[in-house]
Protein backbone atom coordinates (compact mmCIF):
# COMPACT_ATOMS: atom_id res chain seq x y z
CA UNK A 1 0.00 0.00 0.00
CA UNK A 2 1.20 3.42 -0.67
CA UNK A 3 2.95 5.50 2.15
CA UNK A 4 0.58 8.04 3.29
CA UNK A 5 -2.82 5.81 2.68
CA UNK A 6 -0.95 2.86 4.68
CA UNK A 7 -0.04 5.25 7.41
CA UNK A 8 -3.28 6.61 7.51
CA UNK A 9 -5.60 3.24 7.68
CA UNK A 10 -3.17 2.00 10.40
CA UNK A 11 -4.08 4.66 12.15
CA UNK A 12 -7.81 4.42 11.45
CA UNK A 13 -7.72 0.74 12.32
CA UNK A 14 -5.83 0.97 15.61
CA UNK A 15 -9.72 -0.40 16.86
CA UNK A 16 -8.14 -1.50 20.30
CA UNK A 17 -7.46 2.39 21.13
CA UNK A 18 -10.13 3.71 22.97
CA UNK A 19 -8.92 7.60 22.98
CA UNK A 20 -8.01 7.21 19.48
CA UNK A 21 -7.95 10.32 17.24
CA UNK A 22 -10.15 8.51 14.97
CA UNK A 23 -13.23 7.96 17.22
CA UNK A 24 -12.41 11.03 18.91
CA UNK A 25 -12.97 12.58 15.55
CA UNK A 26 -15.82 10.53 14.85
CA UNK A 27 -17.93 11.34 17.95
CA UNK A 28 -17.13 15.07 16.78
CA UNK A 29 -18.61 14.56 13.42
CA UNK A 30 -21.48 12.60 14.54
CA UNK A 31 -22.09 15.56 17.35
CA UNK A 32 -22.33 17.83 14.50
CA UNK A 33 -24.81 16.11 12.47
CA UNK A 34 -27.33 15.54 15.71
CA UNK A 35 -26.85 19.13 16.23
CA UNK A 36 -27.55 20.63 12.92
CA UNK A 37 -30.13 17.95 12.66
CA UNK A 38 -31.59 19.21 15.86
CA UNK A 39 -31.15 22.96 15.58
CA UNK A 40 -34.35 23.43 13.53
CA UNK A 41 -36.71 21.05 14.40
CA UNK A 42 -39.04 23.35 16.23
CA UNK A 43 -38.98 26.33 13.34
CA UNK A 44 -41.38 24.32 11.36
CA UNK A 45 -44.04 26.57 10.83
CA UNK A 46 -46.46 24.85 8.57
CA UNK A 47 -47.14 21.12 8.17
CA UNK A 48 -47.46 19.64 4.60
CA UNK A 49 -50.45 17.86 3.16
CA UNK A 50 -48.32 14.85 3.11
CA UNK A 51 -47.52 15.41 6.77
CA UNK A 52 -51.09 15.63 7.83
CA UNK A 53 -52.28 12.31 6.08
CA UNK A 54 -49.48 10.49 7.43
CA UNK A 55 -50.36 11.74 10.88
CA UNK A 56 -54.32 11.01 10.49
CA UNK A 57 -53.02 7.58 8.97
CA UNK A 58 -51.12 7.06 12.62
CA UNK A 59 -53.79 8.78 15.00
CA UNK A 60 -56.46 5.92 13.54
CA UNK A 61 -53.38 3.19 14.33
CA UNK A 62 -53.10 4.37 17.83
CA UNK A 63 -56.64 4.79 18.69
CA UNK A 64 -58.25 1.29 16.95
CA UNK A 65 -55.13 -0.65 16.85
CA UNK A 66 -54.70 -2.67 13.97
CA UNK A 67 -58.15 -3.37 12.78
CA UNK A 68 -58.21 0.52 11.96
CA UNK A 69 -55.99 0.09 9.33
CA UNK A 70 -58.40 -1.62 7.18
CA UNK A 71 -60.77 1.77 7.56
CA UNK A 72 -58.17 3.91 6.76
CA UNK A 73 -57.70 1.83 3.24
CA UNK A 74 -61.43 1.78 2.82
CA UNK A 75 -61.62 5.88 3.07
CA UNK A 76 -58.80 6.10 0.77
CA UNK A 77 -60.15 4.61 -1.83
CA UNK A 78 -63.77 6.05 -1.27
CA UNK A 79 -62.19 9.46 -2.16
CA UNK A 80 -60.44 10.08 -4.88
CA UNK A 81 -58.92 13.76 -3.99
CA UNK A 82 -56.81 11.40 -1.65
CA UNK A 83 -55.14 9.73 -4.50
CA UNK A 84 -52.76 12.51 -4.53
CA UNK A 85 -51.38 11.56 -1.38
CA UNK A 86 -49.56 9.21 0.32
CA UNK A 87 -51.67 6.14 0.23
CA UNK A 88 -51.95 3.31 3.63
CA UNK A 89 -50.05 1.14 2.14
CA UNK A 90 -46.79 3.07 3.24
CA UNK A 91 -47.31 1.12 6.58
CA UNK A 92 -43.73 0.93 8.12
CA UNK A 93 -43.25 4.79 8.79
CA UNK A 94 -46.86 5.20 9.87
CA UNK A 95 -46.47 2.02 12.67
CA UNK A 96 -43.43 3.62 13.90
CA UNK A 97 -44.76 7.10 13.77
CA UNK A 98 -47.70 5.67 16.05
CA UNK A 99 -45.51 3.97 18.31
CA UNK A 100 -43.59 7.20 18.44
CA UNK A 101 -47.27 9.06 19.60
CA UNK A 102 -47.67 6.16 22.69
CA UNK A 103 -44.09 6.94 23.50
CA UNK A 104 -44.51 10.57 23.72
CA UNK A 105 -48.59 11.17 24.00
CA UNK A 106 -48.00 13.13 21.22
CA UNK A 107 -50.66 13.31 19.02
CA UNK A 108 -49.53 15.20 15.68
CA UNK A 109 -46.82 15.41 13.66
CA UNK A 110 -44.34 16.56 15.94
CA UNK A 111 -44.27 12.09 17.01
CA UNK A 112 -43.46 11.76 13.34
CA UNK A 113 -40.93 14.10 12.95
CA UNK A 114 -39.19 12.94 15.81
CA UNK A 115 -39.30 9.05 13.78
CA UNK A 116 -37.57 11.25 10.86
CA UNK A 117 -34.61 12.81 13.18
CA UNK A 118 -34.24 8.98 14.71
CA UNK A 119 -34.02 7.47 11.06
CA UNK A 120 -31.78 10.45 10.10
CA UNK A 121 -29.29 10.09 13.20
CA UNK A 122 -29.23 5.99 12.03
CA UNK A 123 -28.20 7.08 8.38
CA UNK A 124 -25.39 8.93 9.66
CA UNK A 125 -24.08 6.27 11.99
CA UNK A 126 -24.77 3.98 8.97
CA UNK A 127 -22.76 6.18 6.04
CA UNK A 128 -19.66 6.79 8.49
CA UNK A 129 -19.73 2.53 9.10
CA UNK A 130 -20.27 1.63 5.26
CA UNK A 131 -17.19 3.71 4.81
CA UNK A 132 -15.05 2.87 7.37
CA UNK A 133 -15.33 -1.24 6.45
CA UNK A 134 -15.92 -1.04 2.87
CA UNK A 135 -14.00 2.14 1.67
CA UNK A 136 -11.41 3.31 3.30
CA UNK A 137 -11.98 4.63 7.27
CA UNK A 138 -11.14 8.24 6.41
CA UNK A 139 -13.68 7.98 3.12
CA UNK A 140 -16.16 7.17 6.17
CA UNK A 141 -15.49 9.88 8.18
CA UNK A 142 -15.33 12.52 5.32
CA UNK A 143 -18.35 10.63 3.81
CA UNK A 144 -20.26 11.21 7.32
CA UNK A 145 -18.96 14.77 7.35
CA UNK A 146 -21.15 15.44 4.26
CA UNK A 147 -24.17 13.88 5.31
CA UNK A 148 -24.27 15.96 8.71
CA UNK A 149 -24.55 18.77 6.55
CA UNK A 150 -26.53 17.39 3.32
CA UNK A 151 -29.09 19.63 2.50
CA UNK A 152 -31.70 17.21 1.28
CA UNK A 153 -30.99 14.92 4.80
CA UNK A 154 -31.85 18.37 7.19
CA UNK A 155 -34.88 18.78 5.22
CA UNK A 156 -36.37 15.15 5.72
CA UNK A 157 -35.31 15.07 9.38
CA UNK A 158 -37.59 17.77 10.63
CA UNK A 159 -40.87 16.87 8.45
CA UNK A 160 -42.93 13.93 8.99
CA UNK A 161 -42.46 12.16 5.98
CA UNK A 162 -40.94 8.72 5.16
CA UNK A 163 -38.51 9.97 3.33
CA UNK A 164 -36.04 9.56 6.14
CA UNK A 165 -36.73 6.47 6.76
CA UNK A 166 -36.35 5.66 3.55
CA UNK A 167 -33.21 6.91 3.74
CA UNK A 168 -32.41 4.72 6.70
CA UNK A 169 -33.39 1.58 5.13
CA UNK A 170 -31.71 2.21 1.87
CA UNK A 171 -28.17 2.41 3.78
CA UNK A 172 -28.90 -0.65 6.20
CA UNK A 173 -30.02 -2.94 2.83
CA UNK A 174 -26.64 -1.29 1.42
CA UNK A 175 -25.03 -2.85 4.25
CA UNK A 176 -26.41 -5.48 4.46
CA UNK A 177 -25.45 -6.40 0.71
CA UNK A 178 -21.78 -5.49 1.33
CA UNK A 179 -21.85 -8.19 4.22
CA UNK A 180 -23.10 -10.77 2.21
CA UNK A 181 -20.84 -10.30 -0.51
CA UNK A 182 -17.96 -9.90 1.61
CA UNK A 183 -19.32 -13.10 3.70
CA UNK A 184 -21.71 -14.94 1.20
CA UNK A 185 -22.45 -18.06 3.77
CA UNK A 186 -23.58 -16.05 6.81
CA UNK A 187 -27.38 -17.41 6.85
CA UNK A 188 -28.50 -14.73 9.08
CA UNK A 189 -27.58 -12.39 7.06
CA UNK A 190 -29.95 -13.22 4.23
CA UNK A 191 -32.70 -13.28 6.64
CA UNK A 192 -31.99 -9.90 8.17
CA UNK A 193 -32.12 -8.93 4.06
CA UNK A 194 -35.45 -10.26 4.12
CA UNK A 195 -36.66 -8.72 7.34
CA UNK A 196 -35.16 -4.88 6.12
CA UNK A 197 -36.73 -5.44 2.85
CA UNK A 198 -39.95 -6.13 3.96
CA UNK A 199 -39.69 -3.04 6.12
CA UNK A 200 -38.56 -0.97 2.83
CA UNK A 201 -41.57 -2.48 0.34
CA UNK A 202 -44.06 -1.09 3.22
CA UNK A 203 -42.52 1.72 3.37
CA UNK A 204 -42.70 4.22 0.18
CA UNK A 205 -42.01 3.44 -3.66
CA UNK A 206 -38.17 5.11 -3.15
CA UNK A 207 -37.30 2.19 -0.27
CA UNK A 208 -38.58 -0.53 -2.89
CA UNK A 209 -36.49 1.40 -5.74
CA UNK A 210 -33.39 0.97 -3.29
CA UNK A 211 -34.41 -2.71 -2.16
CA UNK A 212 -34.66 -3.64 -6.05
CA UNK A 213 -31.35 -2.12 -6.55
CA UNK A 214 -29.25 -3.81 -4.00
CA UNK A 215 -31.27 -6.73 -4.49
CA UNK A 216 -30.15 -6.74 -8.65
CA UNK A 217 -26.58 -5.53 -7.79
CA UNK A 218 -26.19 -8.60 -5.12
CA UNK A 219 -28.01 -11.49 -7.80
CA UNK A 220 -25.57 -10.34 -10.23
CA UNK A 221 -22.31 -10.76 -7.68
CA UNK A 222 -23.58 -13.89 -7.07
CA UNK A 223 -24.04 -15.28 -10.59
CA UNK A 224 -21.34 -13.75 -12.33
CA UNK A 225 -18.37 -12.44 -9.73
CA UNK A 226 -19.22 -15.75 -7.33
CA UNK A 227 -20.01 -18.04 -10.04
CA UNK A 228 -22.27 -19.91 -7.13
CA UNK A 229 -26.00 -20.71 -8.19
CA UNK A 230 -26.71 -21.71 -4.46
CA UNK A 231 -25.94 -18.32 -3.23
CA UNK A 232 -28.01 -16.85 -5.81
CA UNK A 233 -30.73 -18.75 -5.02
CA UNK A 234 -30.39 -17.53 -1.57
CA UNK A 235 -30.89 -14.03 -2.37
CA UNK A 236 -33.19 -14.55 -4.59
CA UNK A 237 -35.05 -16.50 -1.65
CA UNK A 238 -34.72 -13.70 0.42
CA UNK A 239 -36.08 -11.53 -2.40
CA UNK A 240 -39.08 -13.75 -3.01
CA UNK A 241 -39.96 -14.24 1.13
CA UNK A 242 -39.91 -10.22 1.39
CA UNK A 243 -42.47 -9.64 -1.24
CA UNK A 244 -44.87 -12.28 -0.35
CA UNK A 245 -44.41 -10.89 3.80
CA UNK A 246 -45.39 -7.55 2.67
CA UNK A 247 -47.98 -8.87 0.13
CA UNK A 248 -49.31 -10.95 2.87
CA UNK A 249 -49.24 -7.95 5.18
CA UNK A 250 -51.34 -5.66 2.65
CA UNK A 251 -53.81 -8.01 2.59
CA UNK A 252 -54.56 -8.99 6.12
CA UNK A 253 -54.19 -5.29 7.45
CA UNK A 254 -56.55 -4.10 4.25
CA UNK A 255 -59.19 -7.04 4.22
CA UNK A 256 -58.46 -8.10 1.26
CA UNK A 257 -56.42 -8.42 -2.12
CA UNK A 258 -58.49 -6.35 -4.16
CA UNK A 259 -58.68 -3.39 -1.82
CA UNK A 260 -55.07 -3.50 -1.10
CA UNK A 261 -53.73 -3.92 -4.81
CA UNK A 262 -56.05 -1.08 -5.69
CA UNK A 263 -54.80 1.65 -3.09
CA UNK A 264 -51.11 0.18 -4.47
CA UNK A 265 -52.40 1.33 -7.37
CA UNK A 266 -53.75 4.21 -6.75
CA UNK A 267 -50.79 5.47 -5.27
CA UNK A 268 -48.27 5.06 -8.29
CA UNK A 269 -50.36 5.61 -10.80
CA UNK A 270 -52.46 8.98 -9.06
CA UNK A 271 -49.50 10.37 -6.85
CA UNK A 272 -45.45 10.13 -7.46
CA UNK A 273 -44.33 12.35 -10.34
CA UNK A 274 -48.23 12.88 -11.79
CA UNK A 275 -49.63 15.84 -10.43
CA UNK A 276 -49.98 19.43 -10.86
CA UNK A 277 -47.44 20.36 -8.46
CA UNK A 278 -44.61 18.40 -9.83
CA UNK A 279 -45.36 19.78 -13.69
CA UNK A 280 -45.32 23.42 -11.99
CA UNK A 281 -42.61 22.94 -9.85
CA UNK A 282 -40.54 19.75 -10.23
CA UNK A 283 -39.76 19.33 -13.70
CA UNK A 284 -37.75 20.38 -16.51
CA UNK A 285 -35.16 18.82 -18.43
CA UNK A 286 -32.74 16.18 -17.34
CA UNK A 287 -29.47 18.62 -16.64
CA UNK A 288 -31.42 20.81 -14.43
CA UNK A 289 -31.40 18.27 -11.68
CA UNK A 290 -27.49 18.14 -11.90
CA UNK A 291 -27.47 22.25 -11.47
CA UNK A 292 -30.13 21.98 -8.85
CA UNK A 293 -27.55 19.50 -6.75
CA UNK A 294 -24.68 22.10 -7.56
CA UNK A 295 -26.55 24.70 -5.92
CA UNK A 296 -27.37 23.04 -2.72
CA UNK A 297 -23.97 21.23 -2.25
CA UNK A 298 -21.04 22.64 -4.88
CA UNK A 299 -18.38 20.75 -3.14
CA UNK A 300 -20.40 17.30 -2.31
CA UNK A 301 -21.16 17.36 -6.14
CA UNK A 302 -17.83 17.72 -7.70
CA UNK A 303 -16.13 15.67 -4.91
CA UNK A 304 -18.64 13.15 -5.56
CA UNK A 305 -17.79 13.35 -9.66
CA UNK A 306 -14.64 12.81 -8.67
CA UNK A 307 -15.03 9.79 -6.56
CA UNK A 308 -16.86 8.08 -9.52
CA UNK A 309 -14.50 9.00 -11.85
CA UNK A 310 -12.10 6.16 -10.52
CA UNK A 311 -14.61 3.20 -10.94
CA UNK A 312 -12.35 2.00 -14.00
CA UNK A 313 -9.32 2.05 -11.89
CA UNK A 314 -7.22 -1.17 -11.53
CA UNK A 315 -8.11 -3.06 -7.99
CA UNK A 316 -4.11 -2.77 -7.22
CA UNK A 317 -4.22 0.79 -7.68
CA UNK A 318 -6.93 1.05 -5.54
CA UNK A 319 -5.44 -1.25 -2.77
CA UNK A 320 -1.98 0.45 -3.11
CA UNK A 321 -2.58 3.98 -3.64
CA UNK A 322 -6.13 4.88 -1.73
CA UNK A 323 -5.76 1.68 0.66
CA UNK A 324 -9.21 0.54 -0.64
CA UNK A 325 -9.08 -3.39 -0.51
CA UNK A 326 -12.89 -4.00 -2.08
CA UNK A 327 -14.48 -2.59 -5.26
CA UNK A 328 -17.89 -4.06 -4.28
CA UNK A 329 -19.09 -0.60 -2.03
CA UNK A 330 -17.35 1.57 -4.71
CA UNK A 331 -20.04 -0.22 -7.14
CA UNK A 332 -22.70 -0.48 -5.23
CA UNK A 333 -22.51 3.23 -4.00
CA UNK A 334 -22.12 4.31 -7.68
CA UNK A 335 -25.23 2.31 -9.00
CA UNK A 336 -27.68 3.68 -6.38
CA UNK A 337 -26.80 6.96 -6.67
CA UNK A 338 -26.67 7.12 -10.49
CA UNK A 339 -29.93 5.49 -10.26
CA UNK A 340 -31.50 7.66 -8.15
CA UNK A 341 -30.56 11.21 -9.61
CA UNK A 342 -31.54 9.47 -13.40
CA UNK A 343 -35.10 8.95 -11.50
CA UNK A 344 -34.99 12.76 -10.11
CA UNK A 345 -33.67 13.66 -13.16
CA UNK A 346 -35.55 11.63 -16.01
CA UNK A 347 -38.47 11.08 -14.21
CA UNK A 348 -41.48 13.18 -14.65
CA UNK A 349 -42.23 15.76 -12.27
CA UNK A 350 -39.88 14.21 -9.75
CA UNK A 351 -36.82 16.98 -9.57
CA UNK A 352 -36.98 17.33 -5.74
CA UNK A 353 -34.65 16.57 -3.20
CA UNK A 354 -36.82 14.08 -1.47
CA UNK A 355 -36.63 11.56 -3.96
CA UNK A 356 -33.28 11.08 -3.86
CA UNK A 357 -33.42 10.58 -0.43
CA UNK A 358 -32.47 6.68 -0.32
CA UNK A 359 -29.25 7.83 -1.61
CA UNK A 360 -27.77 10.51 0.15
CA UNK A 361 -25.42 8.03 2.07
CA UNK A 362 -24.74 6.26 -0.90
CA UNK A 363 -23.51 9.99 -2.60
CA UNK A 364 -21.98 11.40 0.41
CA UNK A 365 -19.86 8.27 0.39
CA UNK A 366 -18.60 9.18 -3.10
CA UNK A 367 -17.96 12.77 -2.31
CA UNK A 368 -15.66 11.54 0.61
CA UNK A 369 -13.83 9.33 -1.89
CA UNK A 370 -13.48 12.20 -4.01
CA UNK A 371 -11.61 14.10 -0.86
CA UNK A 372 -9.80 11.21 -0.17
CA UNK A 373 -8.38 10.81 -3.94
CA UNK A 374 -7.17 14.75 -3.34
CA UNK A 375 -5.38 14.24 -0.14
CA UNK A 376 -3.64 10.62 -1.37
CA UNK A 377 -2.41 11.89 -4.82
CA UNK A 378 -1.53 15.56 -3.13
CA UNK A 379 0.80 14.49 -0.35
CA UNK A 380 2.27 11.54 -2.65
CA UNK A 381 3.73 14.61 -4.85
CA UNK A 382 4.73 16.97 -1.74
CA UNK A 383 7.31 16.69 0.81
CA UNK A 384 6.82 15.01 3.70
CA UNK A 385 7.07 18.62 5.50
CA UNK A 386 3.96 19.90 3.66
CA UNK A 387 2.02 17.06 4.36
CA UNK A 388 0.48 18.85 8.34
CA UNK A 389 0.05 21.66 6.22
CA UNK A 390 -1.75 20.32 3.47
CA UNK A 391 -4.23 18.10 5.76
CA UNK A 392 -4.94 20.32 7.84
CA UNK A 393 -6.39 22.77 4.43
CA UNK A 394 -8.35 19.90 3.54
CA UNK A 395 -9.65 20.00 6.70
CA UNK A 396 -10.64 23.15 7.50
CA UNK A 397 -12.23 23.06 3.41
CA UNK A 398 -14.50 20.60 4.88
CA UNK A 399 -15.53 22.27 7.74
CA UNK A 400 -16.19 25.37 5.28
CA UNK A 401 -18.10 23.31 3.17
CA UNK A 402 -20.01 21.98 6.26
CA UNK A 403 -20.88 25.50 7.90
CA UNK A 404 -21.99 26.65 3.79
CA UNK A 405 -24.12 23.67 3.41
CA UNK A 406 -26.10 24.20 6.82
CA UNK A 407 -26.08 27.75 6.53
CA UNK A 408 -27.85 27.19 2.68
CA UNK A 409 -29.58 24.85 4.06
CA UNK A 410 -31.19 27.45 6.92
CA UNK A 411 -31.63 30.32 4.39
CA UNK A 412 -33.39 28.49 1.70
CA UNK A 413 -35.31 26.15 3.56
CA UNK A 414 -35.80 26.96 7.02
CA UNK A 415 -36.26 30.67 7.17
CA UNK A 416 -38.71 30.40 4.18
CA UNK A 417 -40.68 27.62 5.40
CA UNK A 418 -40.21 25.40 2.46
CA UNK A 419 -41.76 22.56 1.68
CA UNK A 420 -40.71 19.73 -0.60
CA UNK A 421 -37.58 21.28 -1.21
CA UNK A 422 -38.17 20.90 -4.84
CA UNK A 423 -36.06 22.71 -8.36
CA UNK A 424 -38.06 25.40 -8.91
CA UNK A 425 -38.79 26.32 -4.90
CA UNK A 426 -35.02 26.29 -4.10
CA UNK A 427 -33.38 28.10 -7.85
CA UNK A 428 -35.83 30.58 -6.93
CA UNK A 429 -34.63 31.77 -3.27
CA UNK A 430 -31.12 30.97 -4.42
CA UNK A 431 -30.99 32.91 -7.82
CA UNK A 432 -32.77 36.11 -5.87
Same mark, same amino acid.
Given at each position: ???????????????????????????????????????????????????????? @??????????????????? @????? !??? *??? +??????????????????????????????????? +? !????????? @???????????????????????????????????????????? *???????????????????????????????? *??????????????????????????????????????????? @???? +?????????????????? +?????? #?? /??????? #?? *??????????????????????? !????????????????GLSLAIFVTLTFIGVAAFGPNLQYLRV????????????????????????? !????? /?????????AVALALSTVGDYRRFN???? #???? #??????????????
Amino acid at each position: MGGFAKRMSMAMSDRGTVNSPRLLLLVAIIGGGVALRTADMSDVVTRTPDERVYTH @YAVAVVDGGLPAVRRVFAD @YLRDP !SSW *IYP +GPTRLTHVFLFAAMMRITDLRDSRAGAMVSWAAGF +G !SLLLTAWIG @YRFFNPWVGLIGATFMASCFGELGCVRRAWGDSTASCLSLALIL *IALEIRRTPKRTWLYALLFAVGAAALLNKETA *ILAYALCGFWLSAVMAVEKRSWPLFGRVAAAGIASILAAIIIW @YVLA +GGGAIAWNSFHQVNSSGL +GSDAWG #QE /YASGPWF #QF *IYFLWLVGPVTLVMALLGVSIVG !SSDSWLRETLGISDRGGLSLAIFVTLTFIGVAAFGPNLQYLRVMAPANGAYCLLAGLGVWLILVLARR !SMPDA /YHPILTLCVAVALALSTVGDYRRFNEVVV #QTDM #QDMSVKDVRDVLER
